[in-house]
């Protein structure tokens, strides 16, 4: 919810307020009264409770989704101010009077709410909460990082929650509480329908850093160390089974390389040689594609790679002219990608291989 929404709604509800019956006026005085006035305060006006009644569970839901919301404060201050709005807003005595259907109604948190397309801001201090629940309930099915489990029992190998629908929708708990509540094994045997509104919103807080942090787009996240492979081992993969001195020398063009890049640049440059921040076609140093076409009945021409697909080639020649031709089967067409053995080294390289070159390019200084 944007600020200005917010404004709009705290408006919304101080009105109705004062249109009740003792609602105008300040928040009655009592030994909470200063915490109240100092969690609530920061983002709309205290006296956004006046007229309203609800029971203490109603109001530790509200209460949780302000903190779920950033609400800043210790967990004690949070329980003085549940003890503040609990003794000093209870449920109106009409309230035990209405109908069932107003009365389940009335039981929902009344709090500013979300968008379901509003994205989740997450708490780290929420987040390290839901991890302990996580380690305690989720790990052994669902693995150390929430990618899931390839390992173990069938029936203990749980699916990838960051790729989860169920989690990617969720804001603040809403999904993952309704599933839970459905019923879900959990490590301790504790019935997942029991976790309480607090342990779900932290166990959201932590799933979602998780997200964030796989996507590598949130402020948990940090460069990794990918110095972590073995130098010498990396050298002999380098002149014997990757190699790669067929193509490039220590000695000649990467000299001193591992003092112009730092090792997580190094890293991806040795990997995607051809992408543009690392000497690709749109760089100084790139190289590009080449495409050689022989039409049936001219001679062949060769330039630099525009296009090339199942229905059309085209290139740009040394003059800067532009060719282009539908692709028949009496047209010969040659390509000549300069990295393409880099890009078919993907899939032979193992994760040690990776870390063993990197760590030997950085001895190259």
Sequence with gaps: MTHFARLCLAGALLSHAAAVPGAAGQLPDG??????????????????V???GMTRE????????MVARGAKGSPEEFSQVVDYLAANFPPKASATKAPAAATTKAKKPASIGQGADDQQVVDDVLADRGKKIYIAECITCHGPKARGANEGPPNLRGPDLVRSVTVLHDRYGNTIGAFLRQGHVTQSGTPSADFTATQIVDLSH???????????????????????????????????EGKCSTCHSPSGD???IARRYDPPTLQQRYLFPATPSFGGRNAKSGKPVILTVTPPDGPAVTGELVRLDDFNAALRDSAGDHHSWKRTPALKVEKNDPYATHNALLEQYTDKNIHDVVAYLETLK
Excluded at 31 to 48: F, I
Excluded at 58 to 65: A, E, I, L, M, P
């Design 254 to 256: 990467l000299a001193g």
């Design 58 to 65: 109603q109001w530790g839901d509200t209460v949780s989704s």
């Design 50 to 52: 006046l007229g309203r």
């Design 206 to 240: 932590f799933l979602h850093q998780r997200v964030g942090d796989t996507l590598r787009s949130g402020p948990f996240n940090s460069v990794l160390n990918v110095l972590t492979g073995d130098a010498k081992a990396g050298a002999a993969y380098f002149n014997g």
């Design 31 to 48: 030994s909470q009264k200063q915490t109240v006035l100092k969690l609530c305060g920061t983002c709309h006006s205290a006296n956004l």
